[in-house]
């Protein structure tokens, strides 16, 4: 049986920036398709600082924020740095160890798990494709409405216009290894305001930076009946 995918994520995490000698083989992605991508520029920016980007995707943030899927904690460390109340959660024991290594506070567990303080956060973030998480984006978005309070805000990093939205499934590679399937979806910045929707969020910015799509959504009331 192939490894499990957390595991091979926690070995990628690890062996960014410290290869010696001859360049190591790149770390990939494959969908159900057959379609590969390298991960090599997304590893250097997850284990590494904010960027201008990241700070300005952060500057929209209001309260306290629950980084879900927050990997090494680059973003949740930024928000500590500025004196804001920040917690960030994931599954995999290794990138919560850099994390708090970053000055970042960590907890591991699922966003779909009790969560503290559930209701109360000011906004949740699904930075670097976080979105695609379980493959439901309805789903998760609906779980991220209720992580924050009424008003509260749900900061999404999608993928290009004309993406749309698709679930598929993807394992990663290296070397000739290959790790388990996993369910993940693609959701680009055309088809977040659909799915928001049907998870009671209203899309209020949706911008570009850097090459990059984000948008903003706020918790909308509960219907009534």
């Given at each position: 049986?192939?490894p499990?995918?957390?595991?091979?994520?926690?070995?990628?995490?690890?062996?960014?920036?410290?290869?010696?000698?001859?360049?190591?083989?790149?770390?990939?992605?494959?969908d159900?398709?057959?379609?590969?991508?390298?991960?090599?520029?997304?590893?250097?920016?997850?284990?590494?600082?904010?960027?201008?980007?990241?700070?300005?995707?952060?500057a929209?943030a209001?309260?306290?924020?629950?980084?879900?899927?927050?990997g090494?904690?680059?973003?949740?460390?930024?928000?500590?740095?500025?004196?804001?109340?920040?917690?960030?959660?994931?599954?995999?024991?290794?990138?919560?160890?850099?994390?708090?290594?970053?000055?970042?506070?960590?907890?591991?567990?699922?966003?779909?798990?009790?969560?503290?303080?559930?209701?109360?956060?000011?906004?949740?973030?699904?930075?670097d494709?976080?979105?695609?998480?379980?493959?439901?984006?309805?789903?998760?978005?609906?779980?991220?409405?209720?992580?924050?309070?009424?008003?509260?805000?749900?900061?999404?990093?999608?993928?290009?216009?004309?993406?749309?939205q698709?679930?598929?499934?993807?394992?990663?590679?290296?070397?000739?290894?290959?790790?388990?399937?996993?369910?993940?979806?693609h959701?680009?910045?055309?088809?977040?305001?659909?799915?928001?929707?049907?998870?009671?969020?209203?899309?209020?910015?949706?911008?570009?930076?850097g090459?990059?799509?984000?948008?903003?959504?706020?918790?909308?009331?509960?219907?009534?009946?």
């Amino acid at each position: 049986m192939p490894p499990a995918a957390t595991d091979f994520y926690a070995a990628a995490l690890q062996s960014t920036g410290t290869s010696r000698g001859p360049a190591p083989e790149p770390w990939s992605v494959r969908d159900a398709d057959g379609r590969t991508f390298s991960l090599a520029g997304a590893l250097d920016r997850w284990t590494g600082d904010a960027d201008a980007v990241d700070r300005n995707f952060l500057a929209r943030a209001r309260g306290t924020v629950l980084d879900v899927g927050c990997g090494p904690g680059r973003l949740a460390a930024e928000l500590a740095r500025r004196g804001v109340h920040a917690l960030g959660l994931d599954i995999s024991p290794t990138a919560l160890r850099l994390a708090r290594r970053s000055g970042a506070t960590v907890i591991r567990r699922s966003v779909f798990e009790p969560v503290v303080a559930e209701g109360l956060w000011g906004t949740t973030l699904l930075a670097d494709g976080n979105i695609g998480i379980g493959g439901d984006p309805t789903a998760l978005l609906r779980r991220c409405r209720a992580l924050v309070t009424p008003g509260g805000l749900v900061l999404v990093e999608t993928e290009r216009p004309g993406v749309g939205q698709r679930t598929t499934r993807l394992r990663l590679e290296r070397a000739g290894e290959v790790s388990s399937w996993f369910d993940w979806a693609h959701v680009g910045c055309d088809a977040i305001e659909e799915l928001a929707a049907a998870a009671g969020l209203r899309l209020t910015e949706s911008w570009a930076d850097g090459g990059r799509w984000f948008a903003a959504l706020r918790r909308t009331p509960a219907p009534v009946g």
